[in-house]
T-cell receptor
């Protein structure tokens, strides 16, 4: 079945440091890939997405590139801020057969803490 | 406009009791999902509704779990005879499910935190 593996946390960085959160996946077919973010006390929000190989998703200074050859979708940001402190989830979505669901398969999440 | 709303935000119950969790999706969204977020298992898919089609129940962990969606809008997730391992945050999401579009975004509610004592 489909699965997502992302690096274990927690990750603690100083403000303005470079961030990488690794994510690899296993899926049948050609999934769409997502990063979701969950800020403290809030619900899940879509951060960025990519729908085909070599696509780059970007938002709020975060980027991730869909690498089919390495089945990866690593999240990066060049300079993190305290406000980026949150839990980040990598997820995939594959096309269902027939009228099935577009359910998301999530990684276990990586907690990021950014200190001033 | 209004996002996905869920109620209650927190629920504490005793083992063996039944609970009902409610989800109000974004108006006009035809697809509705329930997920469970727990410490040990991460985020897991539970059930999916799309319009008037039969729901995809493949993620429900046991027959104590059931869900319904009335009138294609509000959904209720029911857990019967709750167990301590049911303690988790239950998330609801909706999406427009545009026909043939694999990229429709799922919009999540804030979740209901269930604690079974």
């Amino acid at each position: 079945g489909d699965s997502v593996t992302q690096m274990e946390g927690p990750v603690t960085l100083s403000e303005e440091a470079f961030l990488t959160i690794n994510c690899t996946y296993t899926a049948t077919g050609y999934p769409s890939l997502f990063w979701y973010v969950q800020y403290p006390g809030e619900g899940l929000q879509l951060l960025l997405k990519a729908t085909k190989a070599d696509d780059k998703g970007s938002n709020k200074g975060f980027e991730a590139t869909y690498r089919k050859e390495t089945t990866s979708f690593h999240l990066e940001k060049g300079s993190v801020q305290v406000s980026d402190s949150a839990v980040y989830f990598c997820a995939l979505q594959t096309l269902p057969s027939g009228a099935g669901s577009y359910q998301l398969t999530f990684g276990k999440g990586t907690k990021l803490s950014v200190i001033p | 406009g209004a996002g996905v709303s869920q109620s209650p935000s927190n629920k504490v119950t005793e083992k063996g009791k039944d609970v009902e969790l409610r989800c109000d999706p974004i108006s006009g969204h035809t697809a509705l999902y329930w997920y469970r977020q727990s410490l040990g298992q991460g985020l897991e898919f539970l059930i999916y509704f799309q319009g008037n089609s039969a729901p995809d129940k493949s993620g429900l962990p046991s027959d104590r779990f059931s869900a319904e969606r009335t009138g294609g809008s509000v959904s209720t997730l029911t857990i019967q005879r709750t167990q301590q391992e049911d303690s988790a945050v239950y998330l609801c999401a909706s999406s427009p499910r545009l026909a043939g579009d694999p990229n429709n975004e799922q919009f999540f509610g804030p979740g209901t935190r269930l604690t079974v004592l």
